[in-house]
């Protein structure tokens, strides 16, 4: 009997080793080579995959060479998945023959939002829901209890992605949802489900399945505790889409942001509210982001935030107290810890404000992950008003990216970010220069600052 093969590939690029190694030679990380089993061969696509895709598409075989200048610009048709939130952030809706990927933490809600989606198409069109870590039982009562129409929607319970195709190649759905990819796997491939190497083989296998057929995929990943996306890095690359659900237990609001799309904008962002009958969209979400007190208590304020295509109000809190310890702590929740502890920096040396023997804390209300600049100028005026214990103005909303001289650079789109904030009753804004409006805009005075030193004199 031969000896069976072996390789060592790295978890996080995929990239295969002939020996293990404590270092990945592609991606330089440490400790990411696991060992796997080598089969004869990877799996094909079946010979019976029907052509119901457009002409020319990438990864079609037998695809003829066309000049560029030739090429069909024509805008592939999209259709809704019923739920205007998630089509925000799949760019319109979804394209035929695209793959997209959900990834989220455990209990955040991707089957239950896939599931909503399933059985709202299914009264339009042939949908397959295929569930490899439920029982058909399970997914019925639970659309049961959210109150869905399941009449229509096929099901299907099996993780092994040749029969997958097979059936699905009868049923000529033309939306497949495979829950999860974690746990397919292929008879040709010698290892465990969840391994890089079924992950990998078993999504190129589904994708390459979607892309001959027209059919929309939506592929369910796991995340690790670290909360990323769980499998080799190549999964990320192979597909068109990728969203995360996010969202902590105790909040009933969750999140689906865009971090990868061929179709629209990226970092997009749709709000949901988990009810007792599943995902509901919310279509203005700075209105639950600004549900704040009456009496507004000093390091309060607001931020205009610019998410995929639209402006999001959110509040910042900080809280600024003297230090117990020789080591002043340094929190953020929702902002990044490092920039934090530069805009202290700046703040001290061109603010004239010492916070270095100080506890800082700060927080993004309801539970939003600040990723862009805009917040820099807020953040430190709602710590200078907590340093100082002097509330801030309700009707004040500000934004602006502070560098390291003090100065206060422009952000994009600040008319819409002005205007949105007109729009929820804010009556006065600190901008940067540059993004003061030419035109005077109703009941709003704006007041453009250049430095971090006009910003405080603006108080």
């Not at 079609?60 to 030739?70: H, M, Y």
């Not at 009449?151 to 040749?162: F, H, Q, V, Y």
Request: with cysteine; charged share 20%; proline share 4%.
């Amino acid at each position: 009997m031969a000896k069976q093969k072996t390789a060592y590939v790295c978890s996080d690029c995929g990239a295969e080793h002939t020996q293990w190694q404590g270092q990945c030679m592609a991606c330089n990380e440490w400790n990411t080579l696991t060992r796997i089993l080598l089969g004869n061969a990877a799996p094909s696509a079946p010979k019976n995959f029907r052509q119901r895709g457009v002409s020319g598409d990438a990864g079609e075989p037998g695809s003829a060479v066309q000049t560029l200048g030739k090429v069909n610009l024509e805008e592939q048709p999209r259709f809704s998945t019923t739920i205007s939130e998630f089509d925000r952030v799949l760019g319109g809706g979804l394209v035929p023959g695209s793959a997209v990927l959900i990834g989220g933490n455990p209990g955040a809600g991707k089957s239950t939002l896939l599931l909503q989606v399933m059985c709202q198409l299914s009264q339009e069109m042939d949908a397959l829901y295929v569930t490899g870590e439920e029982s058909l039982q399970q997914v019925g009562m639970r659309a049961k209890r959210l109150g869905l129409p399941s009449e229509n929607l096929k099901i299907l319970a099996e993780t092994n992605i040749e029969e997958i195709t097979r059936v699905a190649d009868e049923c000529r759905p033309k939306i497949l949802v495979l829950d999860s990819i974690q746990v397919m796997y292929s008879g040709d491939v010698a290892s465990a489900p969840g391994s890089v190497s079924q992950v990998r083989e078993c999504a190129a296998y589904l994708i390459q399945y979607a892309k001959q057929t027209g059919t929309a995929l939506f592929l369910v990943g796991h995340v690790t505790k670290e909360g990323s996306l769980a499998g080799p890095k190549v999964l990320e690359h192979m597909i068109d889409c990728f969203m995360m659900l996010e969202g902590t237990d105790d909040s009933r609001y969750r999140t689906l942001r865009g971090q990868k799309n061929r179709f629209g904008a990226v970092n997009e962002l749709g709000v949901f509210a988990m009810t007792g009958t599943g995902l509901k969209e919310v279509k203005n979400p700075s209105a639950i982001f600004l549900a704040r007190t009456e009496d507004i208590s000093p390091g309060s304020l607001v931020v205009v935030l610019w998410e995929g295509t639209r402006p999001l109000l959110v509040e910042i809190q900080a809280l600024v107290d003297a230090s117990q310890y020789g080591n002043p702590r340094r929190v953020a929740v929702g902002l990044d810890n490092n920039r934090v502890a530069m805009l202290l920096a700046v703040l001290h040396r061109h603010g004239g404000l010492f916070m270095a023997d100080q506890d800082v804390f700060v927080n993004v209300v309801g539970g939003v992950k600040v990723a862009e600049t805009s917040a820099d100028l807020a953040l430190i005026l709602a710590m200078v008003s907590s340093f100082k214990d002097k509330a801030l103005p309700r009707e004040l909303v500000v934004f602006g990216e502070v560098g390291l001289a003090g100065e206060i650079r422009p952000v994009p789109s600040g008319q819409e970010r002005l205007q949105e904030a007109a729009k929820h009753g804010f009556t006065r804004a600190i901008v940067p220069k540059a993004n003061a409006p030419k035109k005077k805009i109703d009941g709003m005075q704006v007041v453009a600052v250049s430095n971090l030193s006009e910003a405080l004199d603006a108080l």
